[in-house]
């Protein structure tokens, strides 16, 4: 079933991307991540244009993660004090990285920013949760995991408030530039920001793992939304036709997501992420080196 994307200028398998969609869900609701860094790099695989990729991948993000948010909330798994604070910085970050995804382009480089990013950031992420994984799976720091708590960086800063759904009481200005560098990375990557948000959430600012997977997509829910309202306005490269098939699969896709993270175990999730993440880095890596036969192919419509 061929679908026409108007921005993107090309026709795709419809199927395909509400199958996409439907995978980019369950994740939402399995690891609390938006998705989008597998949205983004799969649909650049696919051949849709990177600027398009990363701006609809974005929007995409926002209907996943109503349905993660709904799910995680009736089981009270949602500390919205501290997801209200990350808002507010990922509002700040969305803003400062609209004006850097319109100078890349502008200078041409944005295609290579984008899956720069992707290596850099994915790779070591993905190796860090996959080291920590398999130390717990093996039984060598789970006495460490219980113990764990904010950074000690976090603990200096002023201005402390309490957060009761995370049993925390630091300064509201370390989850304030969480949410900034989450922002920029939502505007730049067309990602969520769940795979920086998730591990900053634990290992930064010592969060109570049962409510991270909730105030994650909380974050992302309102973040994704700033962040479609600036591509719509200045980028103008938000393909509706595409968001809107990723969307019927993404928001099913999430309920049953948030099912399975009820049942499985964490350190085998995490893992699982991690693998995941490194073979999309090491796709994204391939692709800034790769160099084709042939540098444009023509072909009659």
Do not use: C
Request: hydrophobic content about 55%; overall charge positive.
């Amino acid at each position: 079933m061929d679908v026409y994307l108007p921005i993107a200028n090309l026709s795709v398998n419809g199927l395909w991307i509400v199958g996409l969609g439907a995978l980019t869900g369950v994740l939402s609701g399995l690891f609390g991540v938006g998705g989008g860094f597998l949205t983004t790099p799969l649909l650049i695989f696919y051949g849709i244009p990177p600027t398009v990729a990363a701006a609809s991948a974005s929007t995409q993000v926002t209907g996943a993660s109503v349905s993660g948010v709904l799910a995680h909330g009736r089981r009270k798994g949602v500390d919205y004090r501290m997801g209200l604070v990350m808002v507010g910085g990922g509002v700040i970050g969305a803003g400062f990285g609209a004006l850097l995804f319109n100078f890349f382009r502008a200078i041409g480089q944005i295609d290579v920013v984008i899956n720069a990013l992707y290596v850099l950031l994915l790779g070591s992420i993905g190796l860090l949760m996959a080291k920590e994984s398999v130390q717990v799976i093996r039984g060598t720091t789970g006495t460490q995991a219980k113990r764990r708590r904010h950074h000690p960086l976090v603990a200096n800063l002023p201005w402390r408030w309490r957060f009761y759904g995370s049993g925390l009481y630091i300064s509201p200005l370390a989850p304030a530039l969480v949410g900034v560098v989450v922002g920029i990375l939502t505007m730049l990557m067309g990602v969520g920001g769940g795979f920086i948000l998730v591990p900053a959430m634990l290992y930064i600012l010592g969060m109570s793992a049962n409510v991270v997977v909730g105030t994650s997509l909380f974050n992302i829910l309102f973040v994704t939304i700033a962040t479609t309202v600036m591509h719509s306005l200045t980028t103008r490269a938000v393909d509706i036709v595409l968001v809107a098939l990723l969307l019927i699969g993404s928001v099913s896709g999430a309920q049953f997501g948030s099912k399975i993270a009820v049942t499985a175990k964490p350190e085998v999730l995490r893992l699982v992420l991690a693998a995941i993440v490194l073979l999309i880095a090491f796709r994204m890596l391939l692709g800034l080196f790769y160099e084709p036969d042939e540098i444009y192919t023509v072909y009659p419509l």
